[in-house]
Nanobody, 123 residues
Framework: QVQLVESGGGLVQAGGSLRLSCAAS????????MAWFRQAPGDDRDFVAG????????YYPDSVKGRFTISRDNVKNTVYLQMNNLQPEDPAVYYC????????????????WGQGTQITVSS
């Protein structure tokens, strides 16, 4: 089992920045692909960033590419999501997820999830 706890959400003005953290405990963190997803009310849970076990490869959809950066610290068992230039389309609950294997876009194949943290963007 892997337990994931997100933090760092909140209210930010459009154009502003936030950094989310996801602290992992349990089984060996470094063996897992990590990802961030987001879900707005009434919408599907969408992939926003992924990172492989070593941190050497990262993945982003076009909607956030150039604005969001995922990183990980395998000593601290933590994955981060730096979000810059936040836009009105970015508010959602952001979830951290882990899977043992290559990154995938679909949330169904991720084995472990955090409880989520809310991001709100004011115009």
């Amino acid at each position: 089992q892997v337990q994931l706890v997100e933090s760092g959400g909140g209210l930010v003005q459009a154009g502003g920045s936030l950094r989310l953290s996801c602290a992992a405990s349990g089984r060996t963190f470094s063996g897992y692909t990590m990802a961030w997803f987001r879900q707005a009310p009434g919408d599907d849970r969408d992939f926003v960033a992924g990172i492989n076990w070593s941190g050497g490869n990262t993945y982003y959809p076009d909607s956030v590419k150039g604005r969001f950066t995922i990183s990980r610290d395998n000593v601290k068992n933590t994955v981060y999501l730096q979000m810059n230039n936040l836009q009105p389309e970015d508010p959602a609950v952001y979830y951290c997820a882990a899977r043992f294997g290559p990154y995938r876009l679909g949330p169904a194949v991720y084995d472990f999830w955090g409880q989520g943290t809310q991001i709100t963007v004011s115009s």
